[in-house]
C-alpha cells in the first residue's frame, strides 16, 4: 500500500493537490503533525486535518511527531483520522495509549526513530495495528534514506512472525521509486512517499508508477 505525505504538498493549492491523491492509485493520505518539541520543526494541526479530512476520498493516516501525544487522541479522531501513530520515544505509557487509540475507534501505530531497535516492541505487537519505521529523522521531508532501514524492516517482520501477530509495517522518510521495490522484498506493507511524488513533474503518474513496482 501507498500512503502519500502531505508535508510536501503545495499548501496553497491544497485542493488541487487533494484531488490529484483522490484520483490517484494511492491509498491513504499520510499526515505530518510536528510540535517543534519532538522534532525540530512545526507543520499544521487540526484546521487542516479536518480540511483534507472534509474532502479526502482515502483513509487519513495521521502521524503524531509530538509529546504527549495521548491529550490529543480523542482530538484526532474527531479530525477525521482512520489511522493514528504516536512515537515509542515520545510515550511512557505505550501500551496505554494505544489501547485508548484503539478505543477510539482508529487503527494503532508505533512509530519508530532510527536509533531506537525494533525488538523493544515485543511486547506490545498485539496492542500494534502497524509500526512505522523511520527511514529518516523525522521532522523534514526530502531528507535521503537512511540504509540500516532494511534491517530493522526485516528484523521487525521476524517478530511478527514468531509472535503470530497481524501487525503491519510502515516505512517513512527517503521512500522513492528506486527503493521501493527492496522495502516491499524486505517486509513493507505500507510506503510513505512526500518529496518522490509532489516534486514529481506528474504526481498521478508517479503514484502509478510506485504501485506498478509494489506487489
Ligand atoms: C518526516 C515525515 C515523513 C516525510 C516523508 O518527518 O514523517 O512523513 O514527510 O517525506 P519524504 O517522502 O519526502 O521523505
Ligand atoms: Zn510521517
Excluded at 67 to 78: M, N, S, T
Aim: contains cysteine; glycine residues 6%.
Amino acid at each position: 500500500m501507498l500512503s502519500i505525505s502531505m508535508l510536501s504538498a503545495d499548501f496553497g493549492r491544497l485542493n488541487e493537490e487533494i484531488t490529484v491523491v483522490n484520483n490517484s492509485a494511492a491509498d491513504w493520505f499520510h499526515l505530518d503533525i510536528m510540535d517543534g518539541h519532538f522534532v525540530p520543526n512545526i507543520s499544521f494541526g487540526f484546521p487542516v486535518v479536518k480540511a483534507i479530512a472534509a474532502k479526502a476520498a482515502k483513509p487519513l493516516d495521521v502521524h503524531l511527531m509530538i509529546e504527549q501525544p495521548e491529550k490529543y487522541i480523542d482530538a484526532f479522531h474527531a479530525a477525521g483520522a482512520q489511522y493514528l501513530s504516536v512515537h515509542y520515544e515520545a510515550c511512557t505509557h505505550l501500551h496505554r495509549t494505544l489501547q485508548h487509540i484503539r478505543a477510539a475507534g482508529m487503527n494503532a501505530g508505533v512509530a519508530v526513530n532510527p536509533h531506537t531497535p525494533v525488538f523493544l516492541l515485543k511486547d506490545i505487537i498485539h496492542e500494534t495495528d502497524f509500526v512505522l519505521i523511520m527511514s529518516v529523522n523525522p521532522g523534514f521531508g526530502g531528507q535521503a534514506f537512511i540504509p540500516h532501514s532494511v534491517q530493522k524492516i526485516e528484523a521487525l517482520k521476524e517478530i511478527i512472525r514468531s509472535e503470530k501477530a497481524a501487525t503491519l509495517i510502515e516505512v517513512d522518510g527517503g521512500v522513492n521509486l528506486q527503493n521501493a521495490a527492496q522495502l516491499c522484498a524486505a517486509g513493507a506493507d505500507i510506503l510513505v512517499a512526500g518529496h518522490a511524488v509532489f516534486s514529481s513533474v506528474h504526481p498521478e503518474e508517479t503514484i502509478k508508477k510506485f504501485q506498478d513496482i509494489k506487489i
